[in-house]
């Protein structure tokens, strides 16, 4: 992560990381705190897993659905950087559309609306490429957004309400369409830690159709993501949406082929795995916006992403504890 530390120095402070305790946010929270002591997460409850060794005076245990706890935390932290990883809805397992509607727009309006009245930096979102639904291959940042499922309409609106309150009401803010984000701290349920997991016993896990596709993008090029934009933000960006990802499509056959490289797999993969809705044969991100406005660009190859994963993965002193997380 080249200059990560200045980066992180030039940050307005304090800097509040809401959603520490889920994968993006953790480790954002963990790329800032050995540079700076002005750095809070928040968690909705504690233990969590992903923050272990963290210290306690960085970790803000609230819910964030509630009004009054919101204020307080906001009233004691102060934070003129606002870096917002929450989200529920993105894992299979998370159903409720209730949940889903009030923590990914709802929440967001909530805290926008406070955040008018306060002498802000910057607020960075962390929404998503689902935010295009079956508008998937390559869309430019302006291109219809087609969502397929609640998350992706919950996700949808809160970035037109970011762009509302950057546009017409000057907030500084903006919104990041993260496409799918791997790495250290991954849920375990996921492709890419069932990949390692797997190809760490010289196998693979069962695929899907070979080719369905994503855009792989390694988590320490969206944590640099997500300090590029406040740094480099300008008047006219405010409220504007930008694409997170590698601009590559990687199928689920280059998967396969790059887990054979990386771990030597001698087998050969099985792709009988049922698709899911939201499998799709082209989904990859147009990245011209971030890299001509912020000067972000992705630098790790899946490869190299990869197999970081795997060293991660290796240095895990109990594997079953981060399974059964």
């Known amino acids: 992560m080249t200059g ?10 304090p800097i509040l990381v809401l959603g520490a305790s889920g994968f993006v946010g953790a480790n954002l929270l963990r790329a800032l705190l050995p540079y700076r002591d002005d750095v809070y997460g928040t968690a909705s409850r504690t233990p969590a897993w992903r923050l272990d060794g963290i210290p306690a005076k960085h970790v803000k245990v609230v819910d964030l659905l509630i009004d009054s706890s919101l204020d307080h935390l906001l009233g004691e932290v102060q934070p003129r950087t606002i870096l917002d990883c929450v989200a529920y809805g993105a894992y299979s397992f998370e159903r409720s559309s209730d949940l889903i509607y009030r923590t990914n727009f709802n929440f967001v309006e ?17 929404g998503s490429s689902s935010e295009y639904g079956g508008n998937a291959s390559g869309p430019l940042e302006s291109a219809p957004l087609q969502p397929n499922s609640h998350y992706a309409v919950s996700k949808a609106a809160a970035s037109h309400a970011i762009y509302y309150y950057g ?14 984000v791997y790495g250290p701290l991954e849920d375990s349920s996921r492709l890419i830690p069932a990949l390692v997991r797997s190809g760490d016993q010289g196998q693979y896990p069962e695929f899907v159709d070979p080719n369905i596709s994503r ?35 990687t199928t689920i056959a280059d998967c396969a082929a790059t887990a054979k490289e990386v771990f030597g797999i001698a087998a050969e993969p099985v792709f009988t795995m049922k698709n899911r809705e939201w499998d799709v044969p082209d989904w990859y991100a147009n990245i011209d916006k971030i890299e001509t406005r912020i000067a972000w660009q992705p630098r790790t190859s899946f490869q190299e992403g990869l197999a970081r994963t795997a060293k991660w993965y290796r240095s895990l002193e109990d594997k079953p504890a981060y399974e059964r997380s």
């Open 215 to 249: 855009d792989f993008i390694y988590t320490d090029d969206v944590v640099e993501a997500f300090l590029d934009v406040p740094l480099n933000l300008k008047p006219e960006d405010f409220g504007e949406s930008f694409n997170v990802g590698t601009g590559r499509k």
């Open 110 to 126: 909530r805290l926008l609306s406070r955040l008018d009245k306060r002498n802000l930096s910057v607020y960075v979102h962390a």
């Open 167 to 180: 546009k017409s009401l000057g907030l500084p803010c903006a919104n990041l369409r993260l496409y799918s």
């Open 4 to 13: 990560i530390e200045e980066k992180v120095k030039r940050l307005q402070g």
